[in-house]
């Protein structure tokens, strides 16, 4: 699957909801239940409280639109006898692009906290605290710099990993 089919499947919301939720669920989906859950998503409301109107706008637009378009490129598997919708084995092609909630780290409330940290940790040796009485005020700095340099190194390097592995995908020939 080339770079450019991927981002065009993955630049609708609802196709990524679709591939989300079959993602966590194990086996096949109907898809009338899946319909409901997108348009849940996008009324901000429970599948109970929906109205028919918005429950039929939503299948309609999946039925026609979104499962034509996602079978034809193999990454899910629909059955309109039974109306039971799965992912194919080739959705794995697309993992490193979804979001996964799981893997991605809070790197904002780790700075903060090194920061706190930090914070606590040079006012101690500020205020002479019995164990650290022998760093001086310019060594906690560099201590409190060198633990920033190493974090900040650190989700730089997760960072460019992630981008890598976008760069190696093939691109299309345009010409």
Excluded: C
Excluded at 47 to 56: A, F, I, P, Y
Excluded at 96 to 109: G, I, K, L, N, V
Aim: a negative charge.
């Amino acid at each position: 699957m080339t770079q450019d089919t991927v981002f065009e499947i993955l630049s609708n919301s609802r196709r990524r909801f679709m591939l989300s939720y079959l993602n966590e669920h194990d086996g096949p989906v109907d898809l009338m239940e899946l319909a409901n859950e997108i348009a849940a998503w996008e009324n901000e409301t429970t599948v109970d409280e929906l109205t028919d109107k918005q429950s039929k706008r939503v299948y309609v637009s999946v039925y026609q639109t979104h499962v034509p378009k996602l079978e034809a490129t193999g990454l899910i598997d629909y059955d309109s006898d039974s109306g039971l919708i799965e992912l194919s084995e080739r959705a794995s092609e697309i993992d490193r692009y979804m979001p996964d909630e799981e893997s991605e780290r809070p790197w904002h409330r780790y700075y903060v906290g090194l920061a706190i940290a930090s914070a606590v940790f040079y006012g101690a040796v500020a205020l002479g605290v019995p164990v650290l009485e022998q760093l001086t005020t310019a060594g906690a700095g560099v201590v409190v710099v060198v633990a920033f340099a190493v974090l900040s190194g650190y989700h730089y390097f997760k960072r460019d990993k992630k981008a890598s592995i976008v760069e190696e995908m093939p691109v299309e020939d345009r010409s």
